[in-house]
């Protein structure tokens, strides 16, 4: 599994990539300063897409602070996949990694490109997002889902290796 899931990790990252860029593209074209179409209601008093710059990180954290945010992110990202490289033998750990390496570019790719990320989907009483902070914050949940789920071997000579295949076995 250990080649599969580094396949299975970037596959996943690969397509968060893509669709996050897709509707981020899509929200540009109609949503944003350009567009012809002011918000789109969905679920009225509930969900919403209109289109939001974000300067910042998560909530609306840290306004003006881009490239710091792109370097910490950068960061963060190389962290998990050094930290967390064991899960990514396993089939659950290469999707949440992928997910939260997907989420990540995809959010940089607007900061280097844009100066900001797109952020286009507002729940009335969340902060508005967009697919990179879904796949991130899923992938986040995921990893700690496994982490919480994977039981330590008493014996000292486990290899990451059996541990992540325990951990998917018992996902099974």
Do not use: C
């Amino acid at each position: 599994m250990r080649s599969a899931g580094w396949d299975i990790l970037a596959s996943v990252a690969v397509v968060t990539v893509l669709f996050d860029q897709l509707t981020k593209a899509l929200v540009l074209r109609f949503l944003g300063p350009a567009g012809s179409i002011e918000q789109v209601i969905l679920i009225p008093g509930l969900l919403r897409l209109f289109y939001v710059e974000n300067t910042g990180a998560a909530f609306g954290l840290f306004q003006g602070r881009n490239p710091v945010l792109a370097i910490l992110a950068l960061g963060v990202v190389l962290v998990l996949i050094v930290s967390f490289r064991h899960l990514a033998a396993t089939r659950w750990g290469a999707v949440a990694l992928g997910l939260q390496l997907g989420g990540a570019v995809g959010n940089l790719i607007d900061r280097f490109r844009h100066g900001f990320v797109v952020d286009f989907i507002d729940l009335s009483f969340w902060p508005t997002f967009n697919i990179a902070d879904s796949a991130i914050t899923i992938g986040v949940l995921l990893l700690l889902l496994l982490l919480v789920r994977s039981e330590r071997p008493t014996q000292t000579d486990a290899s990451p290796a059996s541990e992540a295949a325990d951990v998917e076995q018992r996902l099974r």
